[in-house]
C-alpha cells in the first residue's frame, strides 16, 4: 500500500477518531468523514451482530441515515456479502470480487436501494471479530458506480485491527456501564441487601437495606471488630480457606427465628488481578404468607391480625394466647373473616393470599 502524504494524515486522522470516544456512535461519526475521504465512499454503517441460536443485529449509521438498512431484517437472507466476509473475517470483500455487475444489479439488495435511494452502487465491508459470538460488520457504500479498487481495500484493510480495538472497548465500556447502573439500582432497592467484603476483615460496599437487615439480626455483642457479625465472619474465613469444591454446600448461611429464616448466601466475585472479593446475598423468609393488601382491605385492624396468624399456620389456641383474647372471641373473628374474603375455611385462604401475591 503506497500512501501519499495527505492520506498518511487522513489515516492518522482516522485513527485518532476512533480513540477518541468510548462512545461508539461518538467514535463511529469522529471517524466517518476521514474514513469516507481515505476509501473514496460516500456513506458508512457498521452492523453489531450476536450470533447464538439466529442471528442479531443492531446498524449504527454515523451522518445520512440509510434507508434500505431500516429493512435489513427482510433483506438479510439476501445479503450476498454476508456468507464471505464470516469466511474471511478481518478480510476486506468488495462487491466486484464476488459477482460481474449484471448480477450485483440483479440483487434484491441493488434494487431495493433504486427504490428508496440513495443507491448503493458499490459496496466493500470487513468482518471484525470482538468476542466470541460477537461480531461488527463495517460496510462502505458508493453511490455512484465506479467499483472500489485494490487501493481502496488495502486502506481500510490498515485499519482494521484499529476498528476491532475501537468496537471491542467501547462495547466493553458499555457493558460496565449498564452493570454499574444494574448494581446502583439493586442498591438503591428497599427488597435488596448485599455487601461486598475483601478478607480477611474489610468491607468494600454495605447496601441501605444490608445496614438494616444486620441492626435488626444480630447485636452489637454479636459483631466482629471488622462490624461483620461473627457468625457470618466466621462462615467467611472457613470459606476462604476451603477449595472451590469444598464450598459448594457451604456457602449459605441460614438461621430460623420466630418470624421466617434469616439467609446469606456468599459468592466470591471474580477477580482477574488483585485480591478476591465476596458478595453476601442477605434475604429474609417469612414462614408465614403475607397477607394480600386486597385482603386486608376488606378486613378491620383486629381481623388482619389474626388473619395474619392464621398464614402462620396457628391454631385458635395458639392466637388466643398471643393476643391475649377467649378462645370464643378468635372463633368468631375467625368466622368473620373467612366470610368477608369468600373463602371457605384455612386451606383456601392459604390459596387465595398465595394466589394474590403471586398472580398466575
Not at 439476501?78 to 462487491?95: G, N, S
Not at 459483631?223 to 449459605?252: C, F, I, T, W, Y
Not at 427465628?257 to 458478595?279: K, S
Request: glycine share 4%.
Amino acid at each position: 500500500m503506497n500512501l501519499n502524504a495527505d492520506e498518511l494524515m487522513l489515516r492518522d486522522r482516522a485513527i485518532t477518531a476512533l480513540n477518541s470516544s468510548l462512545s461508539l456512535p461518538q467514535a463511529l461519526e469522529a471517524v466517518r468523514p476521514h474514513l469516507l475521504e481515505l476509501a473514496q465512499a460516500d456513506s458508512m454503517a457498521l452492523c453489531l451482530m450476536e450470533v447464538t441460536h439466529s442471528l442479531h443485529f443492531q446498524w449504527l449509521v454515523p451522518g445520512h441515515r440509510i434507508p434500505i438498512l431500516d429493512e435489513y431484517a427482510g433483506l438479510a437472507d439476501h445479503d450476498f456479502l454476508r456468507p464471505p466476509i464470516f469466511a474471511r473475517p478481518q478480510t476486506v470483500i468488495r462487491d466486484s470480487e464476488l459477482l460481474s455487475r449484471k448480477e450485483y444489479e440483479r440483487t434484491l439488495i441493488y434494487q431495493r436501494s433504486r427504490e428508496l435511494e440513495p443507491r448503493m452502487e458499490h459496496i466493500m465491508a470487513v468482518l471484525l471479530p470482538i468476542r466470541p459470538g460477537s461480531f461488527g460488520a463495517l460496510a462502505l457504500y458508493r453511490n455512484r458506480p465506479r467499483a472500489y479498487s485494490g487501493q481502496n481495500a488495502a486502506v481500510l484493510a490498515s485499519l482494521t485491527a484499529h476498528l476491532v480495538n475501537t468496537v471491542r472497548n467501547c462495547s466493553d465500556v458499555q457493558d460496565v456501564t449498564t452493570s454499574a447502573h444494574l448494581l446502583e439500582e439493586l442498591y438503591r432497592r428497599p427488597d435488596t441487601a448485599f455487601l461486598v467484603v475483601e478478607p480477611p476483615h474489610h468491607e468494600v460496599l454495605r447496601s441501605p437495606h444490608a445496614a438494616v437487615l444486620l441492626e435488626r439480626w444480630f447485636t452489637p455483642s454479636e459483631l466482629h471488630s471488622s462490624g461483620l457479625p461473627l457468625p457470618l465472619q466466621e462462615r467467611l474465613d472457613a470459606l476462604v480457606r476451603m477449595a472451590p469444591d469444598a464450598r459448594l454446600d457451604k456457602n449459605l448461611w441460614v438461621s430460623l427465628y420466630a418470624d421466617g429464616y434469616r439467609t446469606v448466601r456468599f459468592i466470591e466475585l471474580p477477580a482477574p488481578e488483585g485480591p478476591r472479593q465476596w458478595a453476601l446475598l442477605m434475604h429474609e423468609i417469612p414462614i408465614s404468607i403475607p397477607l394480600p393488601a386486597e385482603m386486608k382491605r376488606k378486613l378491620t385492624p383486629r381481623e388482619v391480625t389474626i388473619a395474619a396468624c392464621l398464614l402462620r399456620n396457628w391454631t385458635n389456641e395458639q392466637i388466643a394466647g398471643e393476643l391475649e383474647l377467649s378462645l370464643h372471641t378468635v372463633k368468631t373473628h375467625v368466622r368473620n373473616l373467612l366470610a368477608k374474603l369468600g373463602v371457605d375455611g384455612r386451606a383456601d385462604l392459604f390459596y387465595q393470599a398465595a394466589r394474590l401475591n403471586k398472580p398466575v
